[in-house]
């Protein structure tokens, strides 16, 4: 089984050799916040698959926040290079909970710390993200346990 980084590398030879510059350009972008995560700090060090997912996770993140930056700025012609890198981008991910299954996460953890109220919220959404893998948005998380917690 090959690593997530590994699939990367392979892929950017194959977008290379057919001059796919939409996924060429994702993929050298996502390679080098790799790289930049693994040598941030004083020693170097090798990420495991977990680590270069939440990596992918935030390229493709950015990727949609500067599509939707050229939306608001009239450039259409941006927009969709965007979008096509962050799709490629995505094919990497792992799939994400769908809404019905995170709100039952949230469920489980919520009735697991039932007594504690509203002061258990970190610990309910830190352990819903664990559950929940690195593809889960933090945000939405965080809204479903307080509403959860407060009512």
Known sequence: MSTVKDQLQQALTVAMKARDEVALSALRQALAAIAVAETA?????????????AVLVTEARKHHETA???VTAGRPEKVERERAEAAVLEA????TLSDDDLKAVVAEEVAAHAGDGMKAMGKVIAAVRAKAGP???GAQIAALVKAALAG
Do not use: H, N, W
Not at 43 to 51: K, N, P, R, S, T
Not at 92 to 95: D, H, N, T, V
């Open 92 to 95: 990497y991910l792992p799939a």
């Open 68 to 70: 939707d930056a050229f």
């Open 135 to 137: 593809t889960a948005d």
């Open 41 to 53: 700090g004083k020693e170097q060090v090798v990420l495991g698959d977990d680590q270069v997912v």
